[in-house]
Protein backbone atom coordinates (compact mmCIF):
# COMPACT_ATOMS: atom_id res chain seq x y z
CA UNK A 1 0.00 0.00 0.00
CA UNK A 2 1.19 3.54 -1.32
CA UNK A 3 2.05 5.57 1.85
CA UNK A 4 0.17 8.84 1.92
CA UNK A 5 2.07 12.41 1.49
CA UNK A 6 0.77 15.03 3.56
CA UNK A 7 0.72 18.44 1.21
CA UNK A 8 0.83 22.02 3.42
CA UNK A 9 0.80 24.15 0.10
CA UNK A 10 -3.09 25.00 0.92
CA UNK A 11 -2.79 24.76 4.85
CA UNK A 12 -3.17 27.68 7.01
CA UNK A 13 -0.44 27.95 10.00
CA UNK A 14 -3.95 28.68 12.31
CA UNK A 15 -5.54 25.39 11.49
CA UNK A 16 -2.53 24.05 13.89
CA UNK A 17 -2.59 26.38 16.48
CA UNK A 18 -2.44 25.05 20.33
CA UNK A 19 -5.88 26.52 21.97
CA UNK A 20 -3.44 27.17 24.95
CA UNK A 21 -1.10 28.71 24.13
CA UNK A 22 -2.26 29.84 21.24
CA UNK A 23 1.03 28.92 19.27
CA UNK A 24 1.89 26.28 16.58
CA UNK A 25 1.63 22.94 18.47
CA UNK A 26 4.51 21.34 19.95
CA UNK A 27 4.66 17.32 20.77
CA UNK A 28 1.26 17.32 19.72
CA UNK A 29 -1.15 14.34 21.59
CA UNK A 30 -4.74 13.85 20.63
CA UNK A 31 -7.03 13.79 23.67
CA UNK A 32 -10.88 11.02 23.74
CA UNK A 33 -12.69 13.89 22.16
CA UNK A 34 -10.20 14.78 19.45
CA UNK A 35 -8.91 17.78 20.08
CA UNK A 36 -4.93 17.92 20.24
CA UNK A 37 -2.78 19.96 22.06
CA UNK A 38 0.52 20.43 23.22
CA UNK A 39 1.92 17.85 25.40
CA UNK A 40 3.17 20.03 28.00
CA UNK A 41 -0.42 22.88 27.50
CA UNK A 42 -2.63 19.94 28.35
CA UNK A 43 -0.30 18.41 31.04
CA UNK A 44 -0.78 21.82 32.74
CA UNK A 45 -4.17 22.21 32.66
CA UNK A 46 -4.99 18.82 34.18
CA UNK A 47 -2.26 19.22 36.85
CA UNK A 48 -4.84 22.44 37.90
CA UNK A 49 -7.63 18.97 37.84
CA UNK A 50 -5.93 16.90 39.80
CA UNK A 51 -7.80 18.14 43.13
CA UNK A 52 -11.61 17.67 41.47
CA UNK A 53 -10.40 14.25 39.79
CA UNK A 54 -12.47 15.60 36.73
CA UNK A 55 -10.28 16.33 33.70
CA UNK A 56 -11.78 18.91 31.37
CA UNK A 57 -10.80 19.69 27.43
CA UNK A 58 -10.22 23.39 27.39
CA UNK A 59 -11.80 23.61 23.99
CA UNK A 60 -14.82 21.86 24.41
CA UNK A 61 -14.99 21.35 28.01
CA UNK A 62 -15.63 17.78 27.87
CA UNK A 63 -14.76 15.94 31.15
CA UNK A 64 -12.63 12.80 31.51
CA UNK A 65 -12.38 10.11 34.05
CA UNK A 66 -9.34 8.83 34.96
CA UNK A 67 -7.25 11.22 33.61
CA UNK A 68 -6.16 9.62 29.78
CA UNK A 69 -3.26 8.62 28.81
CA UNK A 70 -1.67 10.85 26.38
CA UNK A 71 -0.30 9.70 23.05
CA UNK A 72 2.05 11.49 20.26
CA UNK A 73 0.52 12.26 17.14
CA UNK A 74 2.40 11.40 14.30
CA UNK A 75 1.04 12.20 11.63
CA UNK A 76 0.13 15.77 12.88
CA UNK A 77 3.63 16.22 14.32
CA UNK A 78 4.70 15.28 10.45
CA UNK A 79 2.49 17.96 9.46
CA UNK A 80 3.52 20.91 12.09
CA UNK A 81 6.92 20.15 11.27
CA UNK A 82 6.30 20.65 7.57
CA UNK A 83 4.39 23.75 8.57
CA UNK A 84 7.64 24.72 10.64
CA UNK A 85 9.56 24.62 7.59
CA UNK A 86 7.15 26.36 4.93
CA UNK A 87 6.96 29.41 8.01
CA UNK A 88 10.83 29.78 8.00
CA UNK A 89 11.46 29.93 4.30
CA UNK A 90 8.60 32.48 3.90
CA UNK A 91 9.90 34.99 6.83
CA UNK A 92 13.40 35.04 5.33
CA UNK A 93 12.12 35.73 2.03
CA UNK A 94 12.29 39.01 0.78
CA UNK A 95 8.72 40.00 0.76
CA UNK A 96 8.28 39.20 4.32
CA UNK A 97 11.66 40.89 5.37
CA UNK A 98 10.29 44.52 4.64
CA UNK A 99 8.35 46.43 7.21
CA UNK A 100 4.41 46.70 6.49
CA UNK A 101 1.79 49.11 8.25
CA UNK A 102 1.57 48.32 11.47
CA UNK A 103 5.67 46.55 11.64
CA UNK A 104 8.11 47.77 13.76
CA UNK A 105 10.98 49.21 11.30
CA UNK A 106 14.38 48.57 11.64
CA UNK A 107 16.09 52.21 12.68
CA UNK A 108 19.43 51.31 10.63
CA UNK A 109 18.20 50.47 7.51
CA UNK A 110 18.67 52.70 4.43
CA UNK A 111 15.87 52.78 2.35
CA UNK A 112 13.38 50.45 2.78
CA UNK A 113 13.22 49.73 6.29
CA UNK A 114 13.32 46.03 7.02
CA UNK A 115 11.12 44.78 10.00
CA UNK A 116 12.39 45.04 12.98
CA UNK A 117 12.45 41.65 14.93
CA UNK A 118 14.29 42.95 18.27
CA UNK A 119 14.62 45.73 20.48
CA UNK A 120 17.01 47.08 22.23
CA UNK A 121 16.76 48.76 25.87
CA UNK A 122 20.27 49.91 26.46
CA UNK A 123 20.15 51.20 22.26
CA UNK A 124 16.79 52.57 22.97
CA UNK A 125 16.61 51.31 18.88
CA UNK A 126 15.18 48.18 16.75
CA UNK A 127 16.97 46.20 14.57
CA UNK A 128 16.11 43.77 12.14
CA UNK A 129 17.45 40.31 11.30
CA UNK A 130 20.89 41.74 10.07
CA UNK A 131 21.34 44.77 12.11
CA UNK A 132 20.43 42.46 14.90
CA UNK A 133 23.89 40.25 14.45
CA UNK A 134 26.53 42.96 16.54
CA UNK A 135 24.48 41.98 19.67
CA UNK A 136 25.11 38.72 19.40
CA UNK A 137 28.63 38.88 18.24
CA UNK A 138 30.45 41.61 20.01
CA UNK A 139 31.45 40.72 23.67
CA UNK A 140 30.23 44.43 24.84
CA UNK A 141 26.91 44.53 23.33
CA UNK A 142 25.73 40.52 24.61
CA UNK A 143 25.15 42.37 27.88
CA UNK A 144 22.24 44.76 26.39
CA UNK A 145 18.81 43.73 27.08
CA UNK A 146 16.78 42.75 24.51
CA UNK A 147 12.60 42.37 24.37
CA UNK A 148 10.36 42.12 21.65
CA UNK A 149 10.25 44.40 18.89
CA UNK A 150 8.46 47.31 19.95
CA UNK A 151 7.26 50.88 18.65
CA UNK A 152 7.47 52.45 22.50
CA UNK A 153 10.72 52.14 23.65
CA UNK A 154 10.42 55.20 25.65
CA UNK A 155 7.89 54.06 27.21
CA UNK A 156 10.10 51.46 28.97
CA UNK A 157 12.75 53.92 30.48
CA UNK A 158 12.60 56.15 33.57
CA UNK A 159 11.66 59.42 32.51
CA UNK A 160 13.94 60.96 35.44
CA UNK A 161 16.93 58.64 35.70
CA UNK A 162 16.73 57.20 31.96
CA UNK A 163 17.00 53.94 33.39
CA UNK A 164 14.74 50.93 32.43
CA UNK A 165 11.61 50.06 34.08
CA UNK A 166 12.68 46.51 35.44
CA UNK A 167 11.33 46.91 39.33
CA UNK A 168 7.28 47.01 39.89
CA UNK A 169 6.38 49.21 43.35
CA UNK A 170 3.23 47.84 44.48
CA UNK A 171 2.87 50.57 47.17
CA UNK A 172 2.02 52.91 43.96
CA UNK A 173 1.39 50.45 41.58
CA UNK A 174 3.67 51.75 39.23
CA UNK A 175 6.84 50.77 37.00
CA UNK A 176 10.27 51.95 38.15
CA UNK A 177 13.87 51.44 37.61
CA UNK A 178 16.26 50.44 40.44
CA UNK A 179 17.37 54.05 40.91
CA UNK A 180 13.83 55.44 41.54
CA UNK A 181 13.95 52.27 44.67
CA UNK A 182 16.48 54.79 46.58
CA UNK A 183 14.66 58.03 46.14
CA UNK A 184 11.12 58.72 45.47
CA UNK A 185 9.98 54.98 46.11
CA UNK A 186 12.39 53.98 49.26
CA UNK A 187 10.61 52.05 51.65
CA UNK A 188 8.55 50.92 49.50
CA UNK A 189 6.92 47.50 48.39
CA UNK A 190 9.16 46.68 45.42
CA UNK A 191 9.64 43.31 43.29
CA UNK A 192 10.95 42.49 39.76
CA UNK A 193 8.93 42.81 37.29
CA UNK A 194 9.50 39.87 36.05
CA UNK A 195 8.52 38.40 39.59
CA UNK A 196 5.22 40.81 39.45
CA UNK A 197 3.97 39.33 36.03
CA UNK A 198 4.54 36.18 37.21
CA UNK A 199 2.09 36.27 39.86
CA UNK A 200 -0.15 38.28 37.87
CA UNK A 201 -0.20 35.44 35.32
CA UNK A 202 -0.82 32.71 38.03
CA UNK A 203 -3.81 35.33 39.46
CA UNK A 204 -4.97 35.50 35.79
CA UNK A 205 -5.21 31.39 35.21
CA UNK A 206 -6.47 31.23 38.43
CA UNK A 207 -9.34 33.60 37.23
CA UNK A 208 -9.42 32.50 34.27
CA UNK A 209 -10.55 28.74 35.48
CA UNK A 210 -12.55 30.21 38.39
CA UNK A 211 -14.29 31.86 34.84
CA UNK A 212 -14.47 29.10 32.98
CA UNK A 213 -16.64 27.06 35.54
CA UNK A 214 -18.63 29.76 36.13
CA UNK A 215 -19.20 29.66 32.20
CA UNK A 216 -19.48 25.72 33.05
CA UNK A 217 -22.40 27.07 35.74
CA UNK A 218 -24.29 29.48 33.75
CA UNK A 219 -24.40 26.99 30.85
CA UNK A 220 -25.99 24.64 32.94
CA UNK A 221 -28.01 27.31 33.94
CA UNK A 222 -29.19 27.99 30.77
CA UNK A 223 -30.15 24.70 29.54
CA UNK A 224 -32.93 24.58 32.71
CA UNK A 225 -33.79 27.86 31.73
CA UNK A 226 -34.25 26.46 28.73
CA UNK A 227 -36.77 23.35 29.76
CA UNK A 228 -38.48 25.45 32.26
CA UNK A 229 -39.49 27.65 29.26
CA UNK A 230 -40.62 24.71 27.50
CA UNK A 231 -42.16 23.34 30.38
CA UNK A 232 -43.95 26.74 31.47
CA UNK A 233 -45.44 26.88 27.65
CA UNK A 234 -46.72 23.83 27.80
CA UNK A 235 -48.05 23.82 31.55
CA UNK A 236 -49.66 27.36 30.24
CA UNK A 237 -51.28 25.89 26.91
CA UNK A 238 -52.69 23.33 29.12
CA UNK A 239 -53.83 25.67 31.86
CA UNK A 240 -55.72 27.47 28.85
CA UNK A 241 -57.31 24.85 27.59
CA UNK A 242 -58.40 23.27 30.79
CA UNK A 243 -59.97 26.83 31.44
CA UNK A 244 -62.29 27.29 28.35
CA UNK A 245 -63.42 23.73 29.12
CA UNK A 246 -64.33 24.29 32.30
CA UNK A 247 -65.80 27.92 31.40
CA UNK A 248 -67.78 26.15 28.16
CA UNK A 249 -69.01 23.25 30.68
CA UNK A 250 -70.10 26.31 33.29
CA UNK A 251 -71.74 28.52 30.63
CA UNK A 252 -73.50 25.02 29.04
CA UNK A 253 -74.93 24.26 32.70
CA UNK A 254 -76.05 27.74 33.49
CA UNK A 255 -77.74 27.92 29.66
CA UNK A 256 -79.55 24.76 30.98
CA UNK A 257 -80.36 26.35 34.40
CA UNK A 258 -82.18 29.31 32.31
CA UNK A 259 -83.69 27.15 30.07
CA UNK A 260 -85.09 24.99 33.35
CA UNK A 261 -85.80 28.69 34.50
CA UNK A 262 -87.75 29.81 31.68
CA UNK A 263 -90.09 26.30 30.96
CA UNK A 264 -90.79 27.09 34.88
CA UNK A 265 -92.12 30.36 34.25
CA UNK A 266 -94.01 29.15 31.02
CA UNK A 267 -95.69 26.07 32.76
CA UNK A 268 -96.98 28.37 35.65
CA UNK A 269 -98.34 31.25 33.02
CA UNK A 270 -99.84 28.06 30.97
CA UNK A 271 -101.75 26.19 34.04
CA UNK A 272 -102.65 29.51 35.35
CA UNK A 273 -104.26 31.16 32.06
CA UNK A 274 -105.91 27.57 31.75
CA UNK A 275 -107.99 27.71 34.93
CA UNK A 276 -108.30 31.20 34.56
CA UNK A 277 -110.19 30.41 30.95
CA UNK A 278 -112.07 27.22 32.56
CA UNK A 279 -113.41 29.90 35.15
CA UNK A 280 -114.19 32.96 32.75
CA UNK A 281 -116.59 30.00 30.36
CA UNK A 282 -118.10 29.45 33.71
CA UNK A 283 -118.99 32.93 34.96
CA UNK A 284 -119.81 34.24 30.86
CA UNK A 285 -122.34 30.73 31.20
CA UNK A 286 -123.71 32.14 34.61
CA UNK A 287 -124.30 35.55 33.14
CA UNK A 288 -126.19 34.84 30.17
CA UNK A 289 -128.29 32.44 32.38
CA UNK A 290 -129.25 35.63 34.70
CA UNK A 291 -129.82 37.56 31.23
CA UNK A 292 -132.42 34.99 30.40
CA UNK A 293 -133.88 34.70 33.50
CA UNK A 294 -134.52 38.69 34.13
CA UNK A 295 -135.54 38.68 30.69
CA UNK A 296 -138.14 36.60 31.03
CA UNK A 297 -139.16 38.06 34.53
CA UNK A 298 -139.22 41.27 32.56
CA UNK A 299 -141.72 39.90 29.96
CA UNK A 300 -143.88 38.16 32.80
CA UNK A 301 -144.05 41.77 34.51
CA UNK A 302 -145.40 43.25 31.42
CA UNK A 303 -148.32 40.52 30.79
CA UNK A 304 -152.26 41.68 31.41
CA UNK A 305 -153.28 38.25 31.41
CA UNK A 306 -154.11 38.81 35.27
CA UNK A 307 -155.43 34.88 34.87
CA UNK A 308 -151.94 33.36 33.35
CA UNK A 309 -149.62 36.05 35.82
CA UNK A 310 -151.39 34.17 38.74
CA UNK A 311 -150.98 31.17 37.19
CA UNK A 312 -147.38 32.05 36.83
CA UNK A 313 -146.70 33.33 40.23
CA UNK A 314 -148.84 30.61 41.89
CA UNK A 315 -146.83 28.11 43.94
CA UNK A 316 -148.82 25.31 42.63
CA UNK A 317 -149.36 24.70 38.98
CA UNK A 318 -153.07 23.31 38.06
CA UNK A 319 -153.06 19.40 36.92
CA UNK A 320 -155.54 20.02 34.10
CA UNK A 321 -154.08 22.95 32.42
CA UNK A 322 -152.58 22.40 29.12
CA UNK A 323 -150.71 25.45 28.63
CA UNK A 324 -146.88 24.72 29.17
CA UNK A 325 -145.53 27.95 30.94
CA UNK A 326 -142.77 28.10 32.81
CA UNK A 327 -143.76 28.52 36.67
CA UNK A 328 -142.40 31.03 39.10
CA UNK A 329 -140.59 29.26 40.96
CA UNK A 330 -138.77 27.94 37.82
CA UNK A 331 -138.50 31.87 36.80
CA UNK A 332 -136.18 32.48 40.76
CA UNK A 333 -133.94 29.46 40.67
CA UNK A 334 -131.53 28.77 38.58
CA UNK A 335 -131.89 26.09 36.00
CA UNK A 336 -130.20 23.39 38.27
CA UNK A 337 -126.62 25.20 38.29
CA UNK A 338 -125.38 26.28 42.05
CA UNK A 339 -123.79 29.83 41.22
CA UNK A 340 -119.67 29.94 40.83
CA UNK A 341 -118.05 29.70 44.35
CA UNK A 342 -116.81 33.37 45.41
CA UNK A 343 -113.57 34.07 43.83
CA UNK A 344 -111.05 36.75 44.73
CA UNK A 345 -108.80 38.19 42.01
CA UNK A 346 -105.14 38.94 42.58
CA UNK A 347 -104.55 42.05 41.83
CA UNK A 348 -100.61 41.72 42.14
CA UNK A 349 -99.88 39.20 39.85
CA UNK A 350 -96.04 38.76 39.22
CA UNK A 351 -93.01 36.49 39.39
CA UNK A 352 -91.32 39.04 41.36
CA UNK A 353 -90.51 36.01 43.78
CA UNK A 354 -88.16 34.43 40.71
CA UNK A 355 -86.71 37.18 39.97
CA UNK A 356 -85.53 38.14 43.34
CA UNK A 357 -84.27 34.38 43.49
CA UNK A 358 -82.34 34.92 40.87
CA UNK A 359 -81.24 38.49 41.29
CA UNK A 360 -79.91 37.08 44.80
CA UNK A 361 -78.27 33.68 43.00
CA UNK A 362 -77.09 36.11 40.61
CA UNK A 363 -75.15 38.04 43.72
CA UNK A 364 -73.79 35.27 45.61
CA UNK A 365 -72.41 33.94 42.25
CA UNK A 366 -70.92 37.09 41.71
CA UNK A 367 -69.76 37.20 45.47
CA UNK A 368 -68.35 33.74 45.20
CA UNK A 369 -66.82 34.51 41.62
CA UNK A 370 -64.79 37.10 42.89
CA UNK A 371 -63.36 35.32 46.26
CA UNK A 372 -62.29 32.72 43.94
CA UNK A 373 -60.73 34.93 41.12
CA UNK A 374 -59.04 36.76 43.49
CA UNK A 375 -57.14 33.62 44.46
CA UNK A 376 -56.53 32.53 40.65
CA UNK A 377 -54.02 34.93 39.88
CA UNK A 378 -52.47 34.14 43.29
CA UNK A 379 -51.83 30.70 41.59
CA UNK A 380 -50.42 31.91 38.92
CA UNK A 381 -48.01 33.88 40.10
CA UNK A 382 -46.93 31.23 42.22
CA UNK A 383 -45.82 29.49 38.79
CA UNK A 384 -42.27 30.71 38.92
CA UNK A 385 -39.10 29.43 36.71
CA UNK A 386 -36.47 32.12 38.97
CA UNK A 387 -37.25 31.53 42.73
CA UNK A 388 -35.98 34.67 44.47
CA UNK A 389 -36.06 33.21 47.86
CA UNK A 390 -32.64 35.13 50.00
CA UNK A 391 -30.49 33.76 52.03
CA UNK A 392 -30.47 33.13 55.61
CA UNK A 393 -27.50 32.49 57.20
CA UNK A 394 -23.55 33.90 56.33
CA UNK A 395 -23.28 30.61 54.84
CA UNK A 396 -26.02 30.99 52.77
CA UNK A 397 -24.96 34.37 51.23
CA UNK A 398 -20.66 32.73 50.69
CA UNK A 399 -22.44 31.00 48.39
CA UNK A 400 -22.68 34.27 45.95
CA UNK A 401 -19.50 36.33 47.60
CA UNK A 402 -17.77 38.19 44.93
CA UNK A 403 -13.86 38.75 45.12
CA UNK A 404 -13.93 42.64 44.62
CA UNK A 405 -11.09 44.62 43.73
CA UNK A 406 -10.85 48.50 44.09
CA UNK A 407 -9.90 50.12 40.75
CA UNK A 408 -6.49 52.20 41.08
CA UNK A 409 -8.05 54.47 37.75
CA UNK A 410 -10.98 56.21 40.25
CA UNK A 411 -9.22 56.38 43.94
CA UNK A 412 -9.02 60.06 44.52
CA UNK A 413 -5.70 61.63 45.20
CA UNK A 414 -6.26 62.02 48.82
CA UNK A 415 -6.84 57.89 49.23
CA UNK A 416 -3.76 55.11 49.28
CA UNK A 417 -4.92 51.45 48.09
CA UNK A 418 -2.82 48.86 49.56
CA UNK A 419 -2.88 45.23 50.00
CA UNK A 420 -3.51 44.02 46.44
CA UNK A 421 -5.87 46.95 46.43
CA UNK A 422 -8.21 45.34 48.73
CA UNK A 423 -7.65 48.18 51.66
CA UNK A 424 -8.29 51.78 51.08
CA UNK A 425 -7.07 54.62 53.81
CA UNK A 426 -7.47 58.24 53.63
CA UNK A 427 -4.50 60.29 53.39
CA UNK A 428 -3.49 64.33 54.59
CA UNK A 429 -1.27 64.45 51.72
CA UNK A 430 -2.24 64.49 47.41
CA UNK A 431 -0.85 61.38 46.23
CA UNK A 432 0.92 60.95 42.44
CA UNK A 433 -1.66 60.02 40.79
CA UNK A 434 -2.14 60.32 37.24
CA UNK A 435 -5.39 62.23 35.58
CA UNK A 436 -7.70 60.17 34.10
CA UNK A 437 -11.27 60.40 33.23
CA UNK A 438 -12.18 57.84 36.00
CA UNK A 439 -10.99 59.39 38.88
CA UNK A 440 -12.81 60.83 41.23
CA UNK A 441 -11.22 64.48 41.87
CA UNK A 442 -13.45 66.06 44.31
CA UNK A 443 -14.74 63.37 46.74
CA UNK A 444 -12.55 61.09 48.65
CA UNK A 445 -14.15 58.41 47.17
CA UNK A 446 -13.26 54.68 44.75
CA UNK A 447 -14.81 51.99 42.86
CA UNK A 448 -14.19 48.47 42.66
CA UNK A 449 -13.09 47.02 39.32
CA UNK A 450 -15.70 44.24 38.89
CA UNK A 451 -19.37 45.19 38.03
CA UNK A 452 -21.68 43.58 40.24
CA UNK A 453 -24.51 41.32 38.33
CA UNK A 454 -26.70 38.70 39.27
CA UNK A 455 -26.46 37.97 42.78
CA UNK A 456 -23.30 39.04 44.57
CA UNK A 457 -21.99 39.30 48.13
CA UNK A 458 -19.24 41.23 49.74
CA UNK A 459 -18.11 42.24 52.85
CA UNK A 460 -16.74 45.22 54.52
CA UNK A 461 -14.98 46.46 57.61
CA UNK A 462 -14.21 49.71 58.17
CA UNK A 463 -12.12 51.53 60.76
CA UNK A 464 -14.21 52.03 63.79
CA UNK A 465 -13.27 56.31 64.25
CA UNK A 466 -14.24 58.46 61.59
CA UNK A 467 -17.16 57.35 59.47
CA UNK A 468 -17.62 56.16 55.80
CA UNK A 469 -20.26 55.79 52.80
CA UNK A 470 -20.57 52.11 51.79
CA UNK A 471 -21.77 52.27 48.84
CA UNK A 472 -22.77 51.14 45.31
CA UNK A 473 -23.35 53.17 41.67
CA UNK A 474 -23.70 53.20 38.36
CA UNK A 475 -20.83 53.20 36.01
CA UNK A 476 -21.96 56.78 34.53
CA UNK A 477 -22.04 58.38 37.83
CA UNK A 478 -19.75 61.72 37.46
CA UNK A 479 -16.17 61.79 38.52
CA UNK A 480 -14.99 65.20 38.05
CA UNK A 481 -16.40 68.40 40.46
CA UNK A 482 -18.46 68.96 43.68
CA UNK A 483 -21.64 68.72 43.26
CA UNK A 484 -23.72 66.34 44.42
CA UNK A 485 -24.30 64.42 41.15
CA UNK A 486 -20.71 62.89 41.87
CA UNK A 487 -21.07 62.09 45.15
CA UNK A 488 -22.44 58.50 46.33
CA UNK A 489 -26.39 58.24 47.51
CA UNK A 490 -26.56 62.02 46.77
CA UNK A 491 -27.92 61.30 43.47
CA UNK A 492 -30.29 58.66 41.30
CA UNK A 493 -27.36 56.84 40.20
CA UNK A 494 -26.09 55.47 43.54
CA UNK A 495 -27.47 54.30 47.00
CA UNK A 496 -25.10 54.64 50.57
CA UNK A 497 -25.07 53.52 53.59
CA UNK A 498 -23.53 55.96 55.84
CA UNK A 499 -21.69 54.41 58.72
CA UNK A 500 -20.14 56.80 61.26
CA UNK A 501 -18.39 56.01 65.05
CA UNK A 502 -20.72 58.68 66.70
CA UNK A 503 -23.81 58.90 65.14
CA UNK A 504 -26.30 55.76 63.87
CA UNK A 505 -26.45 54.12 60.57
CA UNK A 506 -28.28 56.17 57.91
CA UNK A 507 -29.11 55.63 54.22
CA UNK A 508 -28.92 57.81 51.30
CA UNK A 509 -30.22 57.99 47.89
CA UNK A 510 -31.03 60.43 45.64
CA UNK A 511 -29.82 62.86 48.17
CA UNK A 512 -33.13 61.61 50.42
CA UNK A 513 -31.51 60.17 53.82
CA UNK A 514 -33.10 57.83 55.86
CA UNK A 515 -32.68 56.94 59.75
CA UNK A 516 -31.98 53.66 60.16
CA UNK A 517 -31.75 54.38 64.59
CA UNK A 518 -29.39 51.33 64.96
CA UNK A 519 -25.31 51.70 65.74
CA UNK A 520 -22.81 50.71 63.14
CA UNK A 521 -21.49 47.82 62.89
CA UNK A 522 -17.98 47.23 62.01
CA UNK A 523 -18.24 44.57 59.55
CA UNK A 524 -21.09 44.39 57.00
CA UNK A 525 -21.81 42.33 54.35
CA UNK A 526 -24.00 44.11 50.94
CA UNK A 527 -26.15 41.57 48.88
CA UNK A 528 -27.64 42.39 45.65
CA UNK A 529 -29.73 40.52 43.39
CA UNK A 530 -29.83 42.35 40.17
CA UNK A 531 -32.70 41.12 38.59
CA UNK A 532 -34.83 41.41 41.43
CA UNK A 533 -33.99 44.78 42.71
CA UNK A 534 -32.66 44.31 45.85
CA UNK A 535 -30.17 46.08 48.04
CA UNK A 536 -29.64 44.36 51.27
CA UNK A 537 -27.12 45.81 54.44
CA UNK A 538 -26.38 42.97 56.95
CA UNK A 539 -24.33 43.04 60.42
CA UNK A 540 -22.22 40.40 59.57
CA UNK A 541 -22.94 36.91 62.08
CA UNK A 542 -23.96 33.64 61.75
CA UNK A 543 -27.59 34.94 61.82
CA UNK A 544 -26.87 37.88 59.57
CA UNK A 545 -29.08 40.56 61.30
CA UNK A 546 -30.69 42.95 58.34
CA UNK A 547 -30.11 46.20 58.75
CA UNK A 548 -31.42 48.14 55.46
CA UNK A 549 -33.22 46.72 52.12
CA UNK A 550 -33.60 48.37 49.17
CA UNK A 551 -36.30 47.71 46.58
CA UNK A 552 -36.11 49.08 43.28
CA UNK A 553 -35.26 48.47 39.52
CA UNK A 554 -31.63 49.01 38.31
CA UNK A 555 -31.32 49.75 35.00
CA UNK A 556 -27.66 49.70 34.71
CA UNK A 557 -24.56 47.45 36.07
CA UNK A 558 -23.31 48.32 39.48
CA UNK A 559 -20.30 48.61 40.91
CA UNK A 560 -19.44 48.55 44.63
CA UNK A 561 -17.66 51.69 45.60
CA UNK A 562 -16.66 53.87 49.17
CA UNK A 563 -16.39 57.44 50.39
CA UNK A 564 -13.86 58.32 53.01
CA UNK A 565 -14.53 62.14 53.96
CA UNK A 566 -12.14 62.03 57.39
CA UNK A 567 -8.61 61.52 57.60
CA UNK A 568 -7.29 58.27 58.88
CA UNK A 569 -10.43 56.33 57.54
CA UNK A 570 -9.69 52.83 56.42
CA UNK A 571 -12.00 50.07 54.34
CA UNK A 572 -10.95 46.76 53.57
CA UNK A 573 -12.90 44.52 51.42
CA UNK A 574 -12.72 41.07 53.58
CA UNK A 575 -12.05 37.47 52.52
CA UNK A 576 -14.12 34.83 53.37
CA UNK A 577 -13.58 32.78 56.08
Known amino acids: MAEASISVDQLSVDQFLCSVCLDLLKDPVAIPCGHSFCKVCINDCWDQDEKSGVYRCPQCRDTFTP ?9 LSEVVEKLKKKTEVQAASPAHCYAGPGDVECD ?3 GRKHKAVRSCLMCLASFCETHLKPHYEVPSWKKHKLVEASGNLQEMICSQHDKVLEIYCRTDQSFICYLCTMHEHRGHDTVAAVAERTEKQSEL ?7 QQRIQEKQKKVQELKQAVNTIKRSAQTAVEDSERIF ?4 S ?12 IRDQEKAELSRAERLLEQLEQEIADLQRRVTELE ?19 HTHTHTHTPSFQSLCVSSGREDSPSITVNQHLSFDGV ?3 LSDLKKRLEEFCQEEFIKIPEHAAAVQMILPSEPKSREDFLHYFCDLTLDPNTVNYHLILSEKNRVVTRSERNQPYSDHPERFDSYSQVLCKERVCGRCYWEVEWSSEGCVDISVSYKDIRRKGGGNECWFGRNNQSWSLYCSSSSSLSFYHNSIKTDLRVPSPSRIGVYVDHSAGTLSFYSVSDTMKLLHRVHTTFTQTLYAGFNLPYWGSTVRLCDPK
Do not use: A, G, Y
Open 67 to 75: RPVLCRNNM
Open 108 to 110: FCT
Open 299 to 317: QLSHTHDHIHFLQVTHTHT
Open 205 to 211: KEEQMKS
Open 248 to 251: TELI
Open 253 to 264: SMEKKRWEVTEL
Open 355 to 357: RKS
